[in-house]
């Protein structure tokens, strides 16, 4: 199994979650057990991790904190950071844009509605045109991280590569577009991949124990992905792969580990030897080391 790790590997969703340093929103809908930087480096199989800011983190102080402590504490780690477009957001001065900048943060998130469908994107695109003519985004090269509804996606198609301004933009998209394994079989399934296409576009092949209890059945999924779009693959573990289905303000029952190594086996048989380094090594490196 260890044969599928190397030094050069990227794990490009990675949480850390310390609620004695950094106290959780009291407005959050789940709370996660806490995963603090001690826990992640030393679960992690990866040299090259991506920290995401989750969205119960009050505010960017936390993933702040990280990023500067993984520099000093944890220099073997060479990390990037992809922060929460909340409503923060727009308190950020350009000097503070540019600290976060040199932290290694690259990405903003937006997090929609888990598991719902709405037709009404506009508010959606007005954000990302505004991100668009950013200074984080015109100067600082930055762009967008999604979580949203697999259908969600398909709407923003057209304006994510038509629009000038979010045509600009780096995309990923997180946990392959929320899909689930019987939408291979969707007429609008060509529509993501198209959107998987365009230039400088992203999609994490995380969280797949979400998508299916077995997640062999998104085997298919992954392998069209792989084929149609091999530039556009990353890889993340979702460590520490908290239960946002467990709603309210205690902790969920500990769940059964999820083997971030079995997982990503199960993958690497799914593709070929240049698919799974494209994934792992080559993707990722265009997508974060800038």
């Known amino acids: 199994m260890d044969d599928i790790i190397c030094d050069n590997m990227w794990d490009t969703h990675i949480h850390c979650l310390d609620p004695v340093r950094y106290p959780f929103k009291t407005t959050r809908l789940y709370t996660p ?3 603090p930087l001690e826990e992640l480096v030393k679960n992690s199989i990866a040299k090259n991790i991506v920290l995401v800011q989750a969205s119960v983190e009050d505010g960017h102080s936390a993933l702040i904190g990280h990023l500067d402590r993984i520099r000093t504490e944890y220099p073997e780690i060479f990390v990037r ?5 909340n409503e923060d957001w727009d ?13 290694g943060v ?6 929609g509605t888990l598991g ?5 994107i506009s508010d959606l695109k007005n ?4 991100f668009a003519c950013s200074y984080a985004a015109q100067r600082l090269g930055w762009g967008i991280s999604a979580q949203l509804p697999f259908t969600t996606w398909l709407l923003l198609k057209s304006f994510l590569c038509e629009d000038p301004g979010a045509l600009q933009l780096p995309v990923i998209i997180d946990h392959v577009g929320c899909s689930s394994p019987e939408l291979i079989e969707s007429p609008n399934f060509e529509d993501f991949i198209t959107l998987l296409q365009r230039r400088n576009t992203h999609v994490k ?14 085997k298919a999924i992954i392998q069209k992905l792989a084929t149609c779009a091999p530039a556009s693959l990353l890889w993340g573990s979702d460590w520490p792969h908290v239960n946002s289905s467990y709603q309210g303000n205690d902790a969920p029952p500990i769940p059964e580990a999820v083997d971030a190594k079995k997982e990503l086996l199960t993958i690497q048989s799914w593709l070929s030897e240049e698919q799974f380094t494209a994934m792992l090594v080559d993707n990722p490196k265009r997508a974060f080391v800038n």
């Open 127 to 130: 954000t990302i045109k505004t």
């Open 106 to 111: 690259r990405y903003v998130r937006i997090h």
């Open 205 to 218: 092949i995380s969280s797949l124990y979400r998508r299916d209890k077995s997640i062999s059945k998104m």
């Open 81 to 85: 950071g992809i922060i929460s477009l």
């Open 116 to 120: 719902s469908d709405f037709n009404d």
């Open 91 to 103: 308190t950020l001065t350009n000097a503070k844009l540019d600290t976060l900048h040199e932290l």
């Open 33 to 35: 057990l806490p995963a």
